[in-house]
Every structure is written in C-alpha cells, then in structure tokens.
C-alpha cells in the first residue's frame, strides 16, 4: 500500500517548545532534570548554525589517478583468462 503524500502536512522547523520538552522528559519519562536542562541549552546554542558541510571540503576534490600496471597488461592482453584452465600437472613424488 502507498501513502497518498498529498495529504501529508508541511514540515517546518521551529524554536523547541521548552516546558512541553521538559514535562514530557522529566515528568512523563522521569529523565533527570540536569541531564535535560544541558539537552535544551545545547539546542538553543547550535540554532543558527549551519547544518553538515560536504565531505569534499574536508577531504578536497576528489582527483581519478589511473593505474599504469593495469593498462600495461590489458595492452598486452595478461589477465584474460580464466583461473583453472589449461593442462593440469601432477605433483612428482
């Protein structure tokens, strides 16, 4: 079965609604209340800033160095084969 997303509301970001938090946690689920008070006062110091940043600002664009080895030997037409194949010899003992 399919969800009709025509009916499904909008979602917006807002401000947390502090006491609604902190009667649900610690009333409601008994957190300890410290533990919440730290939660909401790191909420309300990252509202503002920005959200994840992409992996090529840390790490730099990514740059395709090819494989000298490998075109070698597809030039020279190695590694075509398949494993097991040709005339198998006894081990002398």
Do not use: H
Request: net charge positive; proline share 4%; aromatic share 6%.
């Amino acid at each position: 079965e399919v969800a009709d997303t025509s009916a499904t509301p909008a979602f917006k970001w807002s401000d947390p609604d502090v006491e609604g938090l902190k009667s649900y946690l610690i009333d409601e689920k008994q957190f300890g209340e410290e533990r919440v008070l730290k939660a909401i006062e790191r909420l309300k110091k990252c509202k503002g800033k920005s959200g994840q940043n992409r992996m090529e600002d840390f790490f730099g664009k990514a740059t395709i160095i090819p494989n000298k080895r490998k075109e070698a030997e597809a030039a020279k037409g190695k590694g075509k084969g398949k494993a097991g194949k040709g005339p198998l010899k006894k081990a002398k003992k």
